[in-house]
């Protein structure tokens, strides 16, 4: 069949050649349409939920939203955890559903079911931005010397927030930094007492100063009026004039019982920029699907497109397009470089300009078929699928260059270059296309791999499967048509090229010492083996290998409870200290959370971007930073941006392996994991561990004495009135100035916000006036900053890190803690992290490897039509397997998912290059009754071969090693074993398994 196949193309070289070139010409055109990003999307599908409650503390909000709300949404389809974070006024629900769950399909039936749930009065919610953990793409901050920190917050709020939000690809823009301006009535209470006031009668005096209203239309003289009543608030002079009560017969206004000024706005979250001070920034979070390279082209498009007030700028703190345009830039440099090394091999082993051509052609041939492809199943071009190339490259020529190194071989005897070429295919074309096949298909398990893991190297391994796929079809159609275009009428004898004789008169004494001692080969084989398999037992674990982002995310953890001033003020010293390193670019520092549902941070909680001069050097600046900021009280995290916000997304755990802490009380689960914590650091190997202690907040409970209030007709409403806007001061209504809205609040004044000044704090009653400790009882408890809810457990975290073996040191801990800690009832802990990652893979790996074994297996049983050849190739696996654990050791890598993925390449090339040797070794058995020179025509005739495709494949990986810019650390852990095992896997095809043909095989 393959056979007919070869010979149709030679017949038909025209129409093949028109094929080829119209898909080439297709695949050109897509390669400038495909979308470009740095890492495939490998974030889950994630719903999120914003749940405002003004002035309802932590623990209030879990009660009475987070826990019945989890509990009803985790009945929604496909579901696959809930996460819900309460704090002060508001919650944020996380559902994260099943993979490949449509994001607008989760979107419409969490609605389906919040429509269902009953909110408490004065509740409200919505759906966060359809967007992902790696959506932030873009961080600016505007900058100005003529402008007020007020008023570049209101520049960014109302026009340049709303200008880039509809740029095309943005989710959502979220504002950090700064304040919002707003009115601000301080009411003293004792004018309210002299004027015989209360605090409601201020607050419907806002209320009903404060709204416009439609009065249809009246016709006069043949047109019609629209009618509209205008009584918006536009300034403070319309405040202080505001009529709260007219007594006996004069007007009482608000200036008469308050001040009225403007001022800041309550904030959850500042922004530093460089350790400068308060600064005003934003986050452009583009949408899910989105090509991220294209949004932050538009959005510098807008930016550019935008003319800003006199003095002020807009400056980019953080801008993935370098991290995208360099990675890809790297893969690209590795590829060419790649092409070269292969190119460069083929014409000194080959000699022949014209024969090199037919060969080296089918490498762009083989990547530009594979876009058309990748543009079909849609895959944009990242370090992943670029990698996919690199790692095929190296195979892609290897049947051009047996049937091409054949074809001299016939033309030196004296045959015809069509006869040549036809002998060529008819002899080889087969095993050349199944050894391709085995490599092809062999790598299908990956598609396989499920989670974070399949969404990062399936694009790998669709366009490795994509370019050997179309080396398979190319190579029993097009590269017969390119070889018979190129190869000359004649050449020179092999052994007139000094390459090649060197390399036969180097290799011929160590045959001869072969065939007399194969045994010394054997015992080799099973040494080294043997030593393969102890090496990888002692390989540490990993569940991916770190990815240099070029940026730098420094999450320091406190205790809670840290006020705004002291918090902005370490944050300032921080940024100061980064700043001052030689290698920073720009920090952008963050305390408290930014306007977004998808930063659900407390103020204690600091978030600082860095970007660098060199991110080549980035681990050094990391280690310098390290030691600059050892601030009592923070424990330090560095990780990279997009890294840690998968992490946070998928388990919580911003650390690489962390403990969570499930029961229902949150005093105990808190008590439980700094119990834990304190364990932990008892052993030797632990980095740091850290338990979040949330529980350092401190809350004024002013809780109503029922009898009292029934005894001078004070409901619980109204006092619940007076905590929320007098004491609080939640905002009663907005001023609307054009696009402008400004908060209006009301609250005590300044002089009595403090305990003695509450309990003392003025009530009206309808009896007169009486203190609010007269009526309630006011205490001060420990509580809360944070609650964290999973699956309906309130949850504790404790944040690891460990110089050991993750899966040593949890079996470790484990067992420590099970023989130290007893539990109580209803509570229990799971490790978290990168460790579910790492189990998730190993269960993965207990089918993956075998399927791959045994695809392998039913292809050389295709090949061969023999069991035992089989099983022979099968059994010789190990010996390339330790040259590939030897050299992860040598070079101090951890087994990880991208090591399994290269260990997987491993074996289809392997056993692509002992299924050529295997036939060569065969054929010379055909050619000569004499063992020896069957055995020598095959290995040293056909030495030259081997050798190409061998080390065409060894060295064009080499380039990737020595990369140390963005994008190449994921891809140097699947080449390492790619390189020792390729190494081993020449050995093997040169001694190892012509020792076998000495010992076992007979002459027919």
């Given at each position: 069949m393959?056979?007919?196949?070869s010979d149709?193309?030679?017949?038909n070289?025209?129409l093949?050649?028109?094929i080829?070139?119209f898909?080439?010409i297709?695949?050109?055109?897509y390669l400038f349409?495909i979308p470009?990003d740095?890492i495939?999307?490998?974030s889950?599908?994630?719903?999120?939920?914003t749940?405002r409650?003004?002035?309802q503390d932590?623990?209030?909000?879990?009660?009475?939203?987070?826990?019945?709300?989890?509990?009803?949404?985790?009945?929604?389809?496909?579901?696959?955890?809930i996460?819900?974070?309460?704090?002060n006024?508001v919650a944020?629900?996380y559902?994260?559903f099943q993979e490949?769950?449509?994001?607008?399909?989760?979107?419409?039936?969490?609605l389906?079911?919040l429509?269902?749930?009953?909110?408490?009065?004065?509740?409200?919610?919505?759906l966060g931005?359809?967007?992902t953990?790696?959506?932030w793409?873009?961080?600016y901050?505007l900058v100005?010397?003529r402008?007020?920190?007020d008023?570049?917050?209101?520049?960014n709020?109302f026009f340049l927030?709303p200008y880039l939000?509809a740029t095309?690809?943005?989710?959502?823009?979220?504002?950090?930094g700064?304040?919002?301006?707003?009115?601000q009535i301080?009411?003293n209470?004792?004018?309210?007492k002299a004027?015989?006031?209360?605090?409601e009668?201020?607050?419907?005096?806002?209320k009903?100063?404060?709204?416009?209203?439609?009065?249809?239309?009246?016709?006069?003289s043949?047109?019609f009026y629209n009618?509209?009543?205008y009584g918006y608030i536009k300034?403070l002079?319309?405040?202080?004039?505001?009529?709260?009560k007219?007594l006996?017969?004069?007007?009482i206004?608000?200036?008469d019982v308050?001040i009225?000024?403007f001022?800041?706005?309550?904030r959850?979250?500042?922004?530093?920029?460089?350790?400068k001070?308060e600064?005003?920034g934003?986050?452009i979070i583009?949408?899910?699907?989105e090509?991220?390279?294209e949004?932050i082209?538009?959005?510098?498009?807008?930016?550019?497109?935008?003319?800003?007030?006199?003095?002020?700028k807009?400056e980019?703190?953080?801008d993935?397009?370098?991290?995208?345009?360099e990675?890809?830039k790297t893969?690209?440099?590795?590829?060419?470089?790649e092409?070269?090394?292969i190119a460069?091999?083929?014409?000194?082993?080959?000699?022949?300009i014209?024969?090199?051509?037919?060969i080296?052609?089918?490498?762009p041939l083989?990547v530009?078929?594979?876009?058309?492809?990748?543009?079909?199943?849609?895959?944009?071009l990242?370090?992943?699928s670029?990698?996919?190339f690199i790692?095929?490259l190296?195979?892609?020529?290897?049947?051009?260059?047996?049937?091409?190194e054949?074809?001299?071989?016939y033309?030196?005897?004296?045959y015809s270059?069509i006869?040549?070429?036809?002998?060529?295919t008819?002899?080889?074309?087969?095993s050349l296309?199944?050894s391709?096949?085995?490599i092809?298909?062999?790598?299908?398990?990956?598609?396989?791999l499920?989670?974070?893991?399949g969404?990062l190297?399936?694009?790998l391994a669709?366009?490795?499967t994509f370019?050997?796929?179309?080396?398979s079809i190319l190579s029993?159609?097009?590269?017969?048509v390119?070889?018979?275009?190129?190869?000359p009428?004649?050449?020179?004898?092999?052994?007139?090229?000094?390459i090649n004789k060197?390399?036969i008169?180097?290799?011929?004494?160590?045959?001869?010492?072969l065939?007399r001692f194969p045994?010394?080969?054997?015992a080799i084989f099973i040494?080294f083996?043997?030593?393969?398999?102890?090496?990888?037992?002692s390989?540490?674990?990993?569940?991916?290998?770190?990815?240099?982002?070029g940026?730098?995310?420094?999450?320091?953890?406190?205790?809670?409870?840290?006020?705004?001033?002291?918090?902005f003020?370490v944050?300032r010293y921080?940024?100061s200290?980064?700043?001052s390193n030689?290698?920073?670019?720009?920090?952008f520092?963050k305390?408290?959370?930014?306007n977004?549902?998808?930063d659900?941070?407390p103020?204690?909680?600091?978030?600082?971007?860095?970007e660098?001069?060199?991110?080549?050097k980035?681990?050094?600046t990391i280690d310098?930073?390290s030691?600059?900021?050892?601030?009592?009280g923070?424990v330090?995290?560095?990780?990279?941006?997009?890294r840690i916000?998968?992490?946070?997304?998928k388990t919580?755990?911003?650390t690489?392996?962390g403990?969570?802490?499930?029961g229902?009380?949150?005093?105990?689960?808190?008590?439980?994991?700094i119990?834990?914590e304190?364990?932990l650091?008892?052993?030797?190997t632990?980095?740091?561990a850290?338990a979040e202690?949330?529980?350092?907040?401190?809350?004024i409970y002013?809780?109503?004495?029922?009898?009292?209030l029934a005894?001078?007709?004070?409901?619980?409403?109204?006092?619940?009135d007076?905590?929320?806007?007098?004491i609080g001061?939640?905002?009663i209504?907005?001023s609307?100035?054009g696009r402008?809205?400004?908060p209006?609040?009301?609250?005590?004044?300044?002089?009595?916000?403090d305990?003695e000044?509450?309990?003392?704090?003025?009530?009206k009653?309808?009896?007169?006036?009486?203190?609010?400790?007269d009526i309630c009882?006011?205490?001060?408890?420990?509580?809360?900053?944070?609650?964290r809810?999973?699956r309906?457990?309130i949850?504790?975290?404790i944040?690891?890190d460990?110089?050991?073996?993750?899966l040593?040191?949890?079996e470790?801990?484990?067992?420590?803690?099970?023989?130290s800690?007893?539990l109580?009832p209803?509570?229990?802990?799971?490790?978290?992290?990168?460790y579910?990652?790492?189990e998730?893979?190993?269960e993965?790996l207990?089918?993956?490897i075998?399927l791959?074994?045994?695809?392998?297996?039913?292809?050389?049983y295709?090949?061969?039509?023999?069991?035992?050849?089989?099983?022979?190739v099968?059994?010789l696996?190990p010996?390339?397997?330790?040259?590939?654990?030897i050299?992860?050791?040598?070079?101090?890598y951890?087994l990880?998912?991208?090591?399994?993925?290269?260990i997987?390449?491993?074996?289809?090339?392997?056993?692509?290059?002992i299924?050529?040797?295997?036939?060569?070794?065969?054929m010379?058995?055909?050619k000569f009754?004499d063992?020896?020179e069957?055995?020598?025509?095959?290995?040293v005739?056909?030495?030259?071969?081997?050798?190409?495709t061998?080390?065409?494949a060894?060295?064009?990986?080499?380039?990737?090693?020595?990369?140390f810019?963005?994008g190449?650390d994921?891809?140097?852990?699947?080449?390492?074993?790619?390189l020792g095992?390729?190494?081993?896997?020449?050995?093997l095809?040169?001694?190892?398994?012509?020792s076998?043909?000495v010992?076992?095989r007979?002459?027919s």
């Open positions: 393959i056979e007919k196949i149709y193309s030679l017949k070289k025209t093949i050649s028109l080829v070139i898909l080439t297709l695949g050109i055109y349409k470009i740095a495939p999307d490998i889950e599908t994630q719903v999120i939920i749940i409650y003004e002035g932590p623990q209030t909000i879990e009660e009475q939203i987070s826990y019945p709300l989890v509990s009803k949404l985790l009945s929604v389809p496909k579901v696959k955890t996460r819900a974070i309460s704090m006024n944020f629900v559902i994260i490949n769950t449509d994001i607008y399909w989760a979107r419409s039936r969490v389906e079911y429509t269902g749930f009953r909110f408490p009065e004065g509740v409200s919610y919505q931005p359809d967007a953990s790696i959506s793409i873009f961080q901050v100005s010397d402008h007020s920190i008023e570049l917050t209101s520049f709020e927030k939000q095309k690809g943005v989710s959502e823009v979220a504002t950090i700064g304040f919002l301006k707003e009115y301080d009411v209470p004792y004018k309210l004027y015989n006031l209360s605090f009668d201020v607050l419907n005096a806002i009903n100063s404060n709204f416009s209203s439609g009065g249809r239309y009246i016709e006069v043949e047109r009618i509209r009543g300034n002079q319309d405040l202080e004039n505001t009529l709260i007219n006996d017969g004069k007007s206004k608000i200036k308050a009225v000024q001022g800041p706005s309550l959850e979250g500042a922004l530093d920029y460089n350790g001070g600064s005003v934003g986050i583009s949408r899910i699907g090509n991220s390279y949004v082209k538009n959005v510098k498009e807008r930016l550019k497109s935008l003319k800003l007030p006199d003095g002020m807009v980019v703190a953080y993935r397009t370098y991290l995208i345009e990675s890809i893969l690209i440099v590795s590829i060419i470089k092409s070269s090394i460069i091999m083929i014409l000194i082993f080959l000699f022949s014209r024969s090199s051509i037919s080296i052609i089918i490498l083989s530009i078929l594979s876009i058309i492809l990748l543009k079909i199943f849609n895959i944009t990242n370090i992943m670029l990698g996919g790692l095929s190296g195979v892609l020529i290897d049947m051009a260059v047996v049937l091409v054949n074809c001299h071989k033309l030196e005897e004296g270059k006869e040549a070429v036809k002998k060529s008819n002899e080889l074309s087969k296309f199944f391709l096949l085995i092809t298909i062999s790598f299908l398990p990956i598609f396989f499920t989670g974070e893991e969404k190297f399936k694009p669709f366009t490795k370019s050997m796929l179309i080396a029993i159609t097009f590269i017969s390119l070889i018979y275009i190129f190869l009428n004649k050449v020179k004898p092999e052994l007139e090229n000094p060197f390399m008169k180097i290799y011929e004494p160590t045959f001869k010492f065939y045994f010394v080969f054997l040494i083996s043997v030593i393969g398999f102890f090496v990888y037992r390989l540490k674990t990993e569940f991916l290998p770190p990815f240099n982002e940026s730098i995310l420094y999450m320091p953890s406190t205790v809670a409870g840290i006020s705004v001033d002291k918090g003020e944050l921080m940024d200290v980064i700043y030689e290698n920073v670019k720009s920090v520092g305390i408290g959370r930014a977004t549902s998808t659900p941070a103020f204690s909680m600091i978030e600082t971007t860095i660098l001069k060199d991110p080549q980035i681990y050094k310098e930073l030691n600059k900021l050892k601030i009592p923070f330090n995290t560095f990780g990279m941006p997009i916000r998968i992490d946070m997304l919580g755990i911003r690489p392996i403990i969570k802490v499930y229902d009380n949150p005093f105990i689960t808190e008590s439980l994991a119990e834990i304190k364990l650091k008892s052993i030797k632990t980095k740091y850290y202690r949330l529980s350092n907040s401190y809350y002013i809780i109503p004495d029922r009898q009292k005894q001078y007709g004070i409901t619980i409403k109204d006092i619940m007076v905590i929320n806007f007098a001061g939640s905002s209504s907005y609307i100035e402008e809205r400004y209006i609040r009301m609250r005590i004044i300044r002089d009595l916000r305990i000044g509450i309990k003392n704090l003025l009530v009653t309808n009896s007169g006036y009486v203190s609010l400790s009882n006011i205490e001060i408890r420990r509580g809360f900053e944070m609650i809810n999973e309906g457990f949850t504790s975290y944040y690891l460990t110089n050991e073996d993750f040593k040191y949890i470790k801990a484990k067992s420590l803690i099970s023989s800690i007893i109580p209803g509570y229990f802990i799971e490790f978290s992290g990168q579910e990652d790492i998730r893979v190993r993965s207990k089918f993956i075998p791959t074994i045994f695809i392998i297996f039913i292809l050389l295709l090949n061969f039509n023999s069991i035992q050849k089989s099983i022979l099968l059994l696996l010996f390339p397997l330790s040259g590939a654990f050299l992860l050791k040598l070079l101090n951890n990880s998912v991208a090591v399994w993925v290269g997987i390449a491993l074996l289809g090339v392997s056993v692509e290059i299924v050529v040797k295997i036939r060569f070794l065969d010379g058995f055909e009754k063992k020896y069957a055995i020598h025509w095959a290995v005739r056909r030495l030259r071969p081997i050798t190409i061998t080390l065409t060894f060295f064009s990986l080499i380039p990737i090693m020595f990369e810019t963005l190449a994921i891809l140097k852990r699947i080449v390492a074993p790619m095992g390729i190494f081993f896997t020449f050995i095809s040169l001694y190892i398994l012509p076998l043909y010992i076992y007979k002459t």
